[in-house]
């Protein structure tokens, strides 16, 4: 695959979040993007709309379940639906439909975070943490990545050169091909709560979730499998 070159620009204080909603939810069983959580809003709705508020700018990349995605995104009014003509070919060809996307704009932001839409307990206070960490963060540093008792988990913040990276491998490889390679020039971001190490991939998971919300208790969730971790 031809590397594409990229010129960073900046925009600002805005970091515009990728959210990885193209999966076919398999082993939940329905659609994970479309889980109804706290109020009963539709995940991806919630996950959009504190991404915009806390990024400027939310792109949802669907793939399998798109129209229904779609849909609810209209709905809501919040998020940017991309859509991934090939989500097959697994979750960095969504990521790179995401940088695709952003590519049209004016102006490249300095930073893009990226997250998978099963993430739901990504908190306001987190991604604070990483704006916080990007803004104090020196120029040699490429990702900002929330770390819990010695785990790290997502969003992944990243620098706008790191997306010629990502877009330079093959849409089969993974994010962490990248991500491991540049180690030595990541800052990992303490995180006071476990949430953005947690994902939910069984409704087994998922109702352990909700019966915890339902009671006032912190759920403390499945930690995630090597495969989801970006490092």
Not at 74 to 90: L, T, Y
Request: hydrophobic share 40%; glycine share 8%; net charge neutral.
């Amino acid at each position: 695959m031809r590397p594409e070159r990229i010129a960073a620009k900046g925009a600002g204080n805005e970091c515009p979040a990728i959210l990885l909603a193209a999966g076919a939810s398999l082993r939940m069983g329905t659609v994970k993007a479309l889980l109804p959580l706290e109020g009963g809003v539709p995940a991806v709705c919630h996950l959009a709309r504190l991404y915009e508020s806390q990024c400027g700018e939310c792109l949802v990349v669907t793939g399998y379940h798109a129209e229904a995605v779609e849909e609810v995104l209209r709905d809501c009014g919040n998020g940017r639906a991309v859509r991934n003509p090939a989500p097959e070919r697994g979750q960095l060809s969504s990521l790179q439909c995401g940088l695709r996307a952003l590519l049209s704009a004016t102006r490249h932001p300095e930073w893009f975070l990226f997250a998978p839409v099963d993430c739901f307990d990504v908190t306001v206070d987190a991604l604070a943490a990483l704006r916080q960490a990007r803004s104090a963060a020196p120029p040699e540093t490429v990702f900002c990545i929330p770390e819990y008792q010695g785990r790290h988990g997502h969003p992944v913040a990243a620098r706008w050169e790191m997306a010629e990276a990502f877009l330079a491998l093959a849409p089969t490889d993974s994010a962490r091909t990248v991500v491991r390679s540049h180690r030595e020039r990541s800052l990992y971001v303490p995180m006071a709560e476990p949430g953005t190490l947690l994902d939910y991939d069984t409704p087994e998971a998922f109702g352990q979730r909700r019966a915890a919300a339902s009671s006032g208790i912190a759920h403390s969730g499945r930690t995630r499998t090597t495969g989801k971790s970006p490092v």
